[in-house]
């Protein structure tokens, strides 16, 4: 864990993962898996200082290893790479599928809409304030009210299953954005 570094890339940035003449190498992997307390910051256009919003996120990074591109906003379910070492567990990423999973990351709110590609390193975010993607079947989320995974890489009411998040405002509209403060119980 590094909580003091400095980051080998920014919020909404992916880095490459994987080299541009054999994809069968992985590069950059002594990022993977480190913990940074980081700034957020809002997305500037080209040439232009990136304006900060005073909060702080704790991210995680980690390689896209699902089968497509991760979406900002989208939950992501640690998973242990073909090693099968403990240690890897906390290095690859997929698109979460499991309801209830509380060994997730949400994906870096920050990101542009081509999000993460497969193999590319991104922010995992695990703790502090992000924007998830509301399931695509009815919601009822309550500002306050707590949150986890569903299905489908999105987020719904908790009822009585393990939580990830607490909602900063209500949402009642699915596949939209819903502000939350993240707190995995993992870490």
Same mark, same amino acid.
């Given at each position: 864990? &590094? #909580? ?9 940035e992916?880095?490459?993962? %994987?080299?541009?003449n054999?994809? !069968? $190498?992985?590069? /950059? ?17 080209e040439?232009? %200082?990136? $304006? ?35 240690d890897?567990?906390?290095?690859e990423?997929?698109?979460n599928? @499991?309801?209830? &999973?509380? #060994?997730?990351?949400? +994906? ?7 999000? +993460?590609a497969? /193999? ?9 304030r @992000? ?8 919601? &009822?989320?309550?500002?306050g009210?707590?949150? !986890? =995974? ?8 908790a009822?009585t299953? /393990?939580d ?8 009642? =509209?699915?596949s =939209? ?11």
């Open positions: 864990m &590094n #909580l003091s570094g400095t980051p080998p890339f920014e919020l909404g992916t880095m490459i993962g %994987v080299d541009r054999d994809s !069968t $190498k992985l590069v /950059n992997t002594e990022h993977v898996g480190k913990v940074y307390l980081m700034k957020s910051q809002e997305p500037a256009d040439g232009l %200082v990136k $304006k900060g919003s005073g909060n702080q996120v704790w991210a995680i990074c980690l390689r896209n290893t699902h089968s497509a591109a991760l979406s900002a906003g989208d939950i992501a379910a640690l998973v242990a790479n073909s090693g099968g070492d403990v890897s567990l906390f290095k990423a997929v698109l599928t @499991t309801a209830g &999973n509380d #060994l997730v990351v949400a +994906v870096d709110d920050k990101l542009p809409s081509a999000g +993460v497969v /193999n590319s390193l991104f922010w995992g975010i695990i703790k502090g @992000t924007s998830i993607t509301t399931t695509a079947s009815a919601v &009822n989320i309550a500002a009210g707590r949150v !986890t =995974t569903a299905t489908d890489g999105a987020l719904e009411s009822g299953v /393990n990830i998040a607490t909602a900063l405002e209500a949402q009642t =509209t699915s =939209t954005a819903v502000e939350v403060n993240m707190h995995v119980p993992w870490y």
